[in-house]
């Protein structure tokens, strides 16, 4: 049976989610609105005001509840947590301050599921526990979307393996205290088993950031949160390997399904919070012959709206409640479906409603210029729209066999011939 609400013990806790993050959690959103603050710990106001609201979380049982029980986890099941991430969709500290912000919770979880009794407890145990930052370096200048034009080396000297190469948009890589690196290891093995996955700490020497670039009107200058990365003989002991030698892209795969499905999550926050504005907006907002919400073609986006946000939740839920009945493998397509979705619904809505509020909506004093930046990352990173489309359309012609006939089993010719074939007996009887 599929049952997508959420079991009222856990109902309760998303409403004290609801009333924290309004209360206290959109205010550090408003003293601090830069998209790398979070992770930003030279911020002493905001570290101070951060712990204990993270103290807070912790004694809800709502920190860090994106890993399983098996991972380590509270184990409130996927299903569960759509109802958390939705709240904190719409905030840029909230992940942080409920200790399951990216990428250090795809991190924690290929920590968990790979990381030796050391890389636990040196790198996990300081993640989870909220006192330390990661990065995950995998996209090169050259290829992102293609993994398997990767360059960036890892080779063995001794015991040792000396990384060489560049990496590109590595997240918060001028913010962390580590980084999971994918590099080629096996250049002549099948594609798929060339790369190997490392652990780098930040202040490994040789580790060199070209420069901090930032998205979209962020200045050149500032320190954007997106790094352009070179590993220049970085060294670094087999023990730093994370996972199998070769087994780097089985890893980068293993976090994804977890990382996309979150995001979803907190896609359906966004989406809600424009469609709150919008609402508000359009019985706000006079025109001469009475409020904008009275035009049909606002009534229409706002109708629009509201039904892709309901599509897209159920989808949301549908793929959370496979996570839960052990069906990851099979919910492949329907998380690249999220991932298409996510981007589609988010770029969208965010432009519905940024126009909607006209000039204020384009000013700095209202949050669409951050939602847009959201939006258009979505259909980026993680694998781009394109990739995840051609991969659900392939998975789906899987199923079907060639057709043995010239025409299709569903020419209109063929099927009349057949039907009449079948009930020839029926339609030689005499009429009465
Ligand atoms: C905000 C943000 C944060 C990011 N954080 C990280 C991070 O922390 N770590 C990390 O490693 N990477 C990160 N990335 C990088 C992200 O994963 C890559 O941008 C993504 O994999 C695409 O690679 P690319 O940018 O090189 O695009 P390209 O590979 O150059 O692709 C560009 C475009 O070409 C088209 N295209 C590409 N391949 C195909 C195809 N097979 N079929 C049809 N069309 C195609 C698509 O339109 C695509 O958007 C981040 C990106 C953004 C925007």
Redesign the pocket.
């Known amino acids: 049976m599929i049952d997508f609400s959420p079991d009222p013990e856990f109902q309760k806790k998303v409403d004290w989610a609801r009333a924290f993050v309004k209360e206290k959690v959109e205010p550090l959103d408003a003293l601090f609105p830069d998209p790398t603050a979070p992770y930003d710990r030279s911020l002493k106001a905001a570290r101070r005001i951060l712990k204990p609201l993270q103290d807070e979380v912790r004694a809800q049982g709502l920190w860090a509840c994106h890993l399983d029980k098996s991972l380590g986890g509270p184990g409130y099941g996927q299903v569960n947590l759509v109802f958390l991430n939705e709240v904190l969709g719409a905030t840029n500290w909230g992940p942080v301050v409920f200790g399951c912000q ?2 250090d919770s795809g991190n924690s979880e290929i920590l968990a599921r790979f990381g030796t009794d050391e890389q636990k407890e040196r790198y996990l145990k300081p993640l989870l526990a909220g006192e330390a930052y990661s ?13 398997t034009l990767f360059t960036c080396r890892a080779e063995l000297d001794g015991q040792d393996w000396v990384i060489n190469g560049e ?7 001028n913010l962390c205290d580590f980084l999971i690196v ?1 590099a080629v290891t096996d250049p002549e093995a099948p594609p798929y088993e060339r790369a190997t996955m490392f652990i780098v700490p930040a202040d490994a020497p040789g580790f060199e950031i070209i420069r901090d670039t930032g ?1 979209f009107t962020e200045p050149l200058a500032a320190k954007g ?2 790094p352009y990365v070179r590993y220049n003989n970085v060294r670094v002991p087999d023990t730093a390997r994370l996972g199998p030698r070769a087994g780097g892209f089985m890893v980068a795969q293993s976090r994804l399904g977890g990382g996309r499905i979150h995001h979803a999550m907190r896609t359906i926050g966004l989406i809600q919070k424009c469609l709150d504005m919008m609402a508000r907006r359009a019985i706000s907002r006079e025109l001469r012959d009475g409020p904008l919400s009275r035009k049909q073609a606002v009534q229409f986006d706002i109708a629009e709206t509201w039904i892709a946000l309901k599509q897209f939740r159920l989808l949301v839920l549908e793929a959370a409640w496979m996570f839960d009945t052990e069906q990851e493998h099979e919910a492949r397509e329907i998380i690249s479906a999220l991932k298409v979705t996510s981007a589609d619904i988010a770029q969208k809505v965010v432009w519905k409603a940024m126009h909607l509020h006209g000039a204020l909506g384009a000013s700095n004093e209202l949050p669409f210029a951050h939602m847009l ?1 959201t939006a ?2 979505l ?9 995840h ?2 991969a659900i359309g392939r998975r789906i012609m899987k199923r079907y066999a060639p057709d043995p006939n010239l025409f299709t089993e569903d020419h209109l010719p063929s099927k009349l011939e057949a039907a009449r074939a079948y009930y020839a007996a029926e339609l030689a009887e005499p009429d009465q």
Not at 135 to 147: K, L, Q, V
């Open positions: 990216g990428p990065c995950f370096s995998m996209t090169e200048p050259r290829g992102g979307a293609d993994p990496k590109w948009y590595s997240s918060h890589a994918m998205v949160g997106h930046m258009a990352m259909g980026l990173a993680d694998g781009p729209t394109e990739v489309k051609s």
